[in-house]
């Protein structure tokens, strides 16, 4: 369960990255579109080995992977940059957030 736990950080580490490089690009959007998605079957794995999060921890993810894909569609539209950048920063928050929580639920 330990590396099960570890690939679930790993991931993590790799979506706040890709959010940070959404910041500028359409395509840090979509790698961190498609982390998040690895993200949820490795929480899912993990709650299958019994391990139980906290109600937060799930809650800030969806608001992560829903935030992303607005800031995605936005950038297609061509909308205003600056709502693009407003979403995928409401989604850093989120995301380290749920990085937070699960932390502190876990030690």
Do not use: D, E
Not at 83 to 92: C, E, N, Y
């Amino acid at each position: 369960m330990l590396v099960a736990i570890q690939i679930h950080y790993l991931i993590a580490l790799i979506v706040f990255a890709a959010l940070i490089v959404g910041l500028f690009t359409q395509f840090g959007r979509r790698v961190a579109l498609w982390s998040l998605g690895a993200q949820l079957l490795a929480g899912l794995a993990l709650v299958f080995m019994g391990l139980r999060p906290n109600f937060w921890h799930p809650v800030l993810w969806l608001a992560t992977a829903l935030l992303t894909q607005a800031a995605i569609v936005t950038g297609k539209l061509g909308k205003p940059n600056s709502s693009t950048v407003f979403l995928i920063v409401l989604a850093l928050c989120c995301a380290a957030g749920a990085f937070y929580v699960g932390l502190m639920s876990h030690r």
